[in-house]
């Protein structure tokens, strides 16, 4: 086992093998690797206009943890996953770099007020993702609703068909959903955005830092209120999941309407070869899959929340090694989500509506009964209820005899409502 620079000496004998596998978080918080250098960076540049450290020994960490993270980045070095986490990684290279005086680096600072530091400079660079996607997504519902102003199409409650609207009507109720989760990640990222660094362990630091000046570094809006809420605070972690958790959910409506439409019941829309999948036993099948996954990838997420927050539930203040565990979960609510947008962009994009399909529908539901309700309430000095039961009636009627509302003539109307007038028939 390398030696490992943070080690506590108190400890007389090697960690055991069964620990270290499980203690290990490498594998997982790699992914931080440039986080954590920003951070670092940033924390020595403190030290140096604190007066904690020179310049001439500051130069040399920042120096070193540059080529770090070039050489990271260009794949010229490894992580070793004997050592426990990207934190000492990043500190073990940095001794490798310029020996001793990487030990300096971590003054006035612990790997618990790091690694929140690090978790929310990633997921605030991963919400400012997440705006572009979705911004991007709803350009292309847009664009399909400019497209389809006057297709008529069935609008459905209780999965009955209710009333007749367009299907820019229906396309732009997801815009709006899509802009509310925009707007729920920005204000996760507003109040997320407040720099721990300096909290330490929990207690602070009896070092004169500027908490002030790495907040500015690192573009946080302001240094965090409470020491020990700093390195216990996960409350983002799961206010970001929660917000994908809900994106997902949208996303999953939506799939379910695609697979609904695109299936021989509905024959609403139609999707390019490309977006199916084919039968292993069955060759006239084509299998909506896409669709299905992100339906089925938005439990996964959901899943995700729950397990955070039933991870924190117990936890007295303030910092424990089951806080380790909230990487795993927010990285793959990301990858999750992020490869869900991907794919409904595609969707959506490739979507083409049937619109003699969606019209003929539209008659086949009496759509327009409240319609022939609300035309009585405004001509015929009626009330709604009222009107309701004369509509009701003509349904009845209209069932009775096989036919649909615009295929009634105006004296068959008049069998239910005799003073009504020939405009009624538009």
Not at 144 to 151: E, F, H, L, S, V
Not at 257 to 267: G, N, Y
Not at 397 to 402: D, L, T
Request: aromatic share 8%.
């Amino acid at each position: 086992m390398k030696k490992n620079p943070a080690r506590n000496v108190h400890l007389k004998n090697k960690v055991s093998l069964l620990l270290e596998k499980i203690n290990s978080s490498i594998e997982i918080d790699q992914r931080l690797y440039k986080e954590d250098i920003e951070g670092s960076i940033a924390h020595c540049t403190m030290l140096i206009k604190s007066k904690i450290i020179t310049s001439k020994d500051g130069s040399m960490i920042i120096k070193g943890l540059k080529k770090i993270k070039t050489e990271i980045k260009k794949g010229q070095i490894g992580l070793d996953t004997k050592l426990e986490d990207i934190h000492i990684n990043i500190e073990s290279l940095l001794f490798k770099k310029i020996g001793n005086v990487a030990g300096k680096l971590h003054t006035a600072r612990s790997r618990n007020d790091q690694v929140v530091t690090d978790l929310k400079l990633w997921i605030r660079s991963k919400i400012n993702n997440f705006e572009n996607e979705l911004k991007n997504f709803q350009k292309i519902l847009i664009n399909i609703a400019k497209r389809n102003t006057n297709t008529i199409m069935p609008g459905y409650t209780h999965m009955q068909i209710a009333q007749a609207v367009s299907l820019a009507h229906h396309i732009m109720a997801y815009v709006e959903m899509i802009g509310r989760d925009r707007e729920r990640l920005n204000n996760c990222l507003k109040r997320m955005n407040e720099n721990p660094l300096g909290a330490c362990a929990l207690a602070g630091t009896s070092f004169n830092i500027n908490r002030k000046y790495t907040s500015k570094l690192l573009r946080f809006n302001k240094p965090t209120a409470n020491s020990i809420d700093s390195v216990s605070d996960r409350d983002f972690v799961i206010e970001f999941i929660f917000c994908l958790s809900l994106l997902g959910m949208h996303l999953s409506r939506l799939s379910e309407e695609i697979i609904l439409w695109s299936s021989q019941h509905f024959e609403f829309v139609q999707l390019p070869d490309e977006l199916f999948t084919g039968s292993s036993v069955l060759p006239q099948k084509k299998n909506p899959d896409g669709a299905e996954l992100i339906r089925a990838k938005t439990a996964i997420t959901i899943s995700n929340l729950s397990a955070l927050l039933s991870l924190l539930k117990n936890l007295p203040l303030s910092y424990y090694k089951d806080m380790q565990e909230d990487k795993s979960l927010v990285f793959n609510s990301y990858d999750t989500l992020l490869e869900s947008i991907i794919i409904s962009n595609e969707l959506i994009k490739n979507l083409k509506p049937n619109k003699e399909r969606m019209l003929f529908l539209s008659n086949e539901g009496y759509t327009t009964a409240t319609d022939f309700a609300d035309y009585l309430v405004q001509n015929n000095n009626v009330s709604f209820r009222e009107g309701y039961k004369f509509s009701a009636k003509l349904v009845n009627y209209a069932e009775k005899n096989k036919k649909k509302l615009n295929q009634l003539d105006f004296n068959e109307v008049k069998k239910i409502k005799n003073d009504v007038d020939k405009n009624v028939m538009k």
